[in-house]
């Protein structure tokens, strides 16, 4: 089986309000994202497929072909646009709120009717660096990630090994004043789309969490000498990983967590599903 992914882009602008609400109410749900005057992305949208080879021509599919529903799909009724007064789908249903979440739905219901049967495989829509969404076609099923950044110090060194044998297994990241980075943490959560806020889960709550649990606790600290969980644990990045998920998870419920990436360095990132062997592609 081949996985091949696309990638264009589109200009658009939005609000997010549910009718009815009042503006705190609103602002309280979607923040900024709830001003009625609207704001605007550079949407990044990824598709991919998957299949096998044609035999003929060697691909999976042809990206001309690809490129050319996606114009006329995405990019014919997203580019450009206002999404609450100018989409089809959304202009047409002022209840159905134009959110991350529901515009990588709608999306993939554009794409699948189009693409033989079971090729469609993930859209993935960034609506900014920092944000972006997953979906597999699973109903309302939908993963959300937030990405975060923090700078954090730490030595590599075993409590379990010699002095000789932490400075052969660790090198330099032995050095016994410590090294750091700007550690890049992507959370992602999964849950059905609520049918009436279009969100997967609160970004509110997710950023309150964050703050409270791990820059609090970890931005701008030595992780040996500032913090409880790394006095005798080694801070490696797979130790840390853990020990993330273990202060977020029972702290972001009913929140389903469902993924953290934590991103060393750029050569380097660790993924961790909690006890689940799961892993999405």
């Not at 089986?1 to 602002?27: C, K, V």
């Not at 739905?105 to 079971?118: A, K, M, V």
């Not at 972006?132 to 030595?155: C, I, P, Q, W």
Request: charged share 20%.
């Amino acid at each position: 089986m081949y996985y091949l992914t696309r990638q264009t882009a589109f200009e658009a602008s939005h609000y997010n309000r549910i009718p009815g609400l009042t503006d705190d109410e609103n602002y309280e749900l979607y923040g900024p994202a709830a001003n009625p005057s609207s704001h605007g992305h550079n949407y990044i949208l990824e598709v991919m497929v998957k299949g096998g080879i044609n035999t003929d021509n060697g691909m999976v599919i042809n990206l001309t072909d690809l490129d050319a529903l996606l114009k006329n799909e995405v990019h014919g009724n997203y580019d450009h646009k206002h999404l609450n007064s100018q989409h089809p789908v959304f202009a047409e249903n002022p209840n159905l709120i134009p959110t991350c979440e529901n515009i990588t739905i709608e999306i993939w219901q554009r794409l699948i009717n189009s693409l033989p049967c079971g090729l469609l495989h993930k859209v993935r829509l960034y609506e900014s660096s920092q944000q972006f969404t997953d979906y597999y076609g699973n109903n309302t099923m939908v993963y959300l990630t937030k990405v975060y950044e923090f700078s954090a110090a730490h030595r590599l060194n075993s409590q379990y090994l010699s002095e000789d044998e932490n400075l052969e297994v660790f090198g330099k990241c032995n050095n016994p004043a410590g090294h750091g980075h700007n550690y890049v943490l992507e959370i992602t959560v999964k849950g059905d789309v609520d049918e009436k806020t279009g969100l997967v889960a609160g970004l509110g709550l997710i950023d309150e969490v964050v703050e409270a649990q791990v820059m609090n606790r970890f931005d701008y600290k030595h992780l040996n000498i500032d913090t409880i969980e790394f006095k005798e644990l080694n801070p490696t990045s797979e130790n840390f990983v853990k020990v993330l998920w273990d202060v977020l998870e029972p702290n972001l419920q009913p929140i389903v967590l469902h993924r953290l990436r934590l991103r060393e360095t750029p050569r380097n990132h660790f993924d961790y599903y909690g006890e689940s062997s799961y892993h999405d592609g």
